[in-house]
């Protein structure tokens, strides 16, 4: 016999709501994102094989060619997502865009470490509600961002839209469901990250922007690297950390979501804790999860 007497402390079994589940993607969402791809990965390629003698010997051409087609990039995968993201967890994107500003804010223009901490409500939205939701957070954000306080951050939407597919990437496969999984997926997913960032930092910007950024990349030129050498070897070790960490915080943020709201986004179950045989459910741990 089932009971919902609240002195009991078991409440109603009611289920908190329908989860959101992403709508059908029409092709015409997929091949947005394809040809968002297409133009990021031509554009790095393009810097690469076409890079100065010297930065400002053609600053303004490069500058320009970056900005253009790493925007244009980012735009073209905001727009292919879009359609494939419940209303539900669109009311979300303001809560995780103003957590990435405010963190990335107070890291990059006042502390002097090397990182940048500015993806954490990108990452969450995407082990929430997957690899859509997480991309167009990631460029959202650093065009809210630019507009608003650092304009500098525009031309970085690309990579900030890849490091929230990359989330929910992560999540799918499950790297969600054990910390040093979580840990690991975040360095992996660094990698790219920094490579994508390395020719923007350098022939936008001219080197690191943030503050203990830029004392890296000119401790490598005074070591005799080119600015993009200067920038990547910067930027690869920082953004392997960087990710890593905050891949790292948004598992234990996660975790610490109330299950009556995780269950109410169907990506999370992509993300579940492991069930350990022949334990019964709520033995142990609160809420029946058991630690990684």
Do not use: C
């Not at 990021?40 to 400002?56: D, K, M, R, S, V």
């Not at 253009?68 to 009311?91: E, F, H």
């Not at 969450?124 to 304009?151: E, H, Y």
């Amino acid at each position: 016999m089932t009971s919902n007497d609240p002195a009991s402390g078991q409440g109603s079994a009611a289920p908190a709501g329908p989860a959101a589940t992403p709508p059908a993607a029409p092709l015409w969402s997929t091949l947005l994102i394809a040809a968002g791809a297409l133009v990021i990965a031509g554009t790095y390629l393009w810097i690469l094989a076409t890079q100065p003698a010297t930065l400002g010997a053609d600053l303004g051409h490069t500058t320009l060619a970056v900005m253009a087609g790493y925007l244009a990039g980012a735009l073209l995968i905001a727009a292919g997502a879009l359609p494939r993201i419940p209303a539900t967890v669109l009311a979300l994107l303001p809560v995780m865009i103003a957590l990435n500003v405010v963190i990335g804010q107070i890291v990059g223009t006042l502390t002097p470490i090397p990182l940048y901490l500015d993806s954490l409500g990108t990452v969450l939205i995407g082990v929430l509600a997957g690899p859509a939701a997480g991309a167009l957070t990631g460029v959202l954000t650093n065009l809210i961002w630019g507009v608003t306080i650092n304009p500098s951050l525009i031309p970085f939407s690309a990579g900030a839209a890849f490091i929230g597919a990359a989330a929910g990437w992560a999540a799918r496969a499950g790297a969600f469901r054990r910390l040093w999984t979580a840990i690991l997926a975040g360095g992996v997913a660094g990698i790219p990250a920094g490579l994508l960032g390395a020719p923007v930092a350098a022939y936008v910007f001219g080197g690191g922007l943030g503050v203990g950024t830029g004392g890296v990349v000119a401790a490598f030129q005074a070591a005799g690297a080119s600015m993009l050498a200067a920038t990547t070897l910067q930027a690869i070790p920082s953004d392997i950390i960087d990710k890593a960490i905050v891949f790292a915080v948004a598992f234990l943020a996660f975790r610490a979501v109330p299950q009556r709201l995780r269950s109410r986004f169907a990506f999370t179950a992509h993300s579940l804790p492991p069930k350990v045989p022949g334990r019964s459910a709520g033995a142990g741990t609160r809420s029946g999860e058991d630690l990684p």
